[in-house]
């Protein structure tokens, strides 16, 4: 499955919501993730989430402001990111694995987007 993500530029405290695009392959057998890497660190996980969507997982420092979720239908992830902080600016990574159980590891991956700059300005 190719995978393809949308960032963009969003002032400290506002809204954004990242999209990743799914095809070559039936996206519903995925579950997918979201991680970013920002610069001098290592990628972390940020969000997860299950085939159809009834099971999610997210990291500390995000619970509370981000929302993850998919719509099959149109083979695409979103990632509704709010109360955004400095701190949240990093690459954007989606990423699908071949299980129906969300996943919060970078290992457990098998095929990951191009990433996506995100940028949060004061």
């Known amino acids: 499955v190719q995978l393809q993500a949308w960032g963009g530029l969003v002032q400290a405290g506002g809204s954004l919501r990242l999209s990743c695009a799914a095809s070559g392959d039936t996206f519903s057998t995925y579950s997918m993730g979201w991680f970013r890497q920002a610069p001098g660190k290592a990628r972390e996980f940020v969000a997860t989430i299950s085939r159809i969507g009834g099971g999610f997982d997210y990291a500390d420092s995000v619970k509370g402001r981000f929302i993850i979720s998919r719509d099959n239908a149109k083979s695409t992830l979103y990632l509704q990111m709010n109360s955004l902080k400095l701190e949240d600016t990093a690459v954007y990574y989606c990423?699908?694995?071949?299980?129906?159980?969300?996943?919060?590891?970078?290992?457990?991956?098998?095929?990951w987007g191009q990433g996506t700059q995100v940028t949060v300005s004061s």
């Open positions: 990423a699908a694995r071949r299980s129906p159980i969300a996943h919060s590891t970078p290992a457990g991956y098998d095929y």
